[in-house]
C-alpha cells in the first residue's frame, strides 16, 4: 500500500510451485517496510479438481516493519482457509 496515497500499488504476480509456494516474493536485499496484500485465486484450483468452493479468491493483509525472512503460510480447504505469520 503507497503510504502517500493510502492505495494499493501493483507490485508483481506470482503462481506457486507444485508444492504450493513462491519462493522469493519480495526482493530479499531490498528494505521492504510497508502494508502488503497477497490475493490466492482459489476457484482456478478448486475447479481444476471439480470441487465447489465458498471463496474464489482469498486476500491476506500484513505489515512487514523489519527485515527478517518469513512466511505467510495458508491452509487451504473449499469452505473454509486460515493463515498465520511463519518464519
Do not use: C, D, Q
Amino acid at each position: 500500500m503507497n503510504s502517500n496515497t493510502k492505495e494499493w500499488e501493483f507490485i508483481s504476480e506470482k503462481k506457486t510451485n507444485e508444492k504450493g509456494r513462491i519462493n522469493e516474493l519480495l526482493p530479499s536485499e531490498k528494505e521492504n517496510k510497508g502494508i502488503y496484500k497477497l490475493t490466492f485465486y482459489t476457484k482456478e484450483y478448486f475447479s481444476a479438481k471439480n470441487v465447489e468452493i465458498f471463496y474464489p479468491f482469498i486476500e491476506v493483509v500484513f505489515e512487514i516493519e523489519g527485515t527478517n525472512h518469513f512466511h505467510v503460510p495458508i491452509t487451504l480447504s473449499a469452505f473454509g482457509y486460515s493463515t498465520y505469520r511463519g518464519n
